[in-house]
């Protein structure tokens, strides 16, 4: 079985402030993870993931997560906050070697919001 | 390199009625699935096909779904006798053959279902 949680459904930052998304995740077996981002009336895009190679992850649009197995987090980050970022953004993740394999399981998501 | 496509983009329907939704991959991309996202709340897993072949059905409901991805054309996602529960936005993911990538999903902009 596997599970996220996304703390915060609504997170507000300052252009140029630090952005920090929380997200948590249970897995019986060694996780990728992802973060995704959704604009309105969009699809998601894919930020950036996590497959067991380094734990540091950079993305797209200055994006990036840490994978901590002791924690099990993997938190997004971005230094400044940009007006562009402001969109919900899901952390999934996916349990390779479990029956659902390929099966995305993701978080109940974080509003972003920059203010001016 | 054209993205997941998806039509239509937004679909009425009186409760009853049987609503198509469908969905072309990405070029190269030979897996598909479908989430269905209600308001408010993150994507859940419905359905993972390969060409002719269901995978992995496990989160769509019992009654009423169903979904192909025939050898030519799109996949179908395929809702008979629509409710007004069945209101939400249906996405759809592909990922490429191989191992290397296989767990990357890229999605497309999504079908916006109402049921009136």
């Known amino acids: 079985a596997q599970s996220v949680t996304q703390l915060g459904s609504h997170v507000s930052v300052s252009e140029g402030a630090l952005v920090l998304l929380r997200c948590n995740y249970s897995s019986s077996v060694p996780p990728y993870l992802f973060w995704y981002v959704q604009y309105p009336n969009q699809g998601l895009q894919l930020l950036l993931k996590y497959t067991s190679a380094a734990t540091l992850v950079k993305g797209i649009n200055g994006f990036e997560a840490e994978f901590k197995k002791s924690e099990t987090s993997f938190h997004l980050t971005k230094p400044s906050a940009h007006m562009s970022d402001a969109a919900e953004y899901f952390c999934a993740v996916n349990a390779i070697s479990s029956g659902s394999a390929r099966q995305l399981t993701f978080g109940s998501g974080t509003q972003l919001t920059v203010l001016p | 390199n054209a993205g997941v496509m998806q039509n239509p983009r937004h679909l009425v329907r009186r409760r009853g009625q049987e609503a198509r939704l469908r969905c072309s991959p990405m070029k190269g991309h030979s897996h598909v699935y479908w989430y269905r996202q209600l308001p408010e709340e993150g994507l859940k897993f419905m359905v993972y096909l390969q060409k002719e072949n269901i995978i992995d059905e496990s989160g769509m409901p019992k009654e009423r779904f169903s979904a192909e991805f025939p050898k030519e054309g799109p996949s179908i996602l395929r809702i008979q006798q629509v409710v007004r529960g069945d209101s939400a936005a249906y996405f759809c993911?592909?990922?490429?053959?191989?191992?290397?990538?296989?767990?990357?999903?890229?999605f497309g902009p999504g079908t916006r279902l109402t049921v009136t």
């Open positions: 993911a592909s990922s490429p053959p191989g191992s290397g990538r296989a767990f990357e999903q890229y």
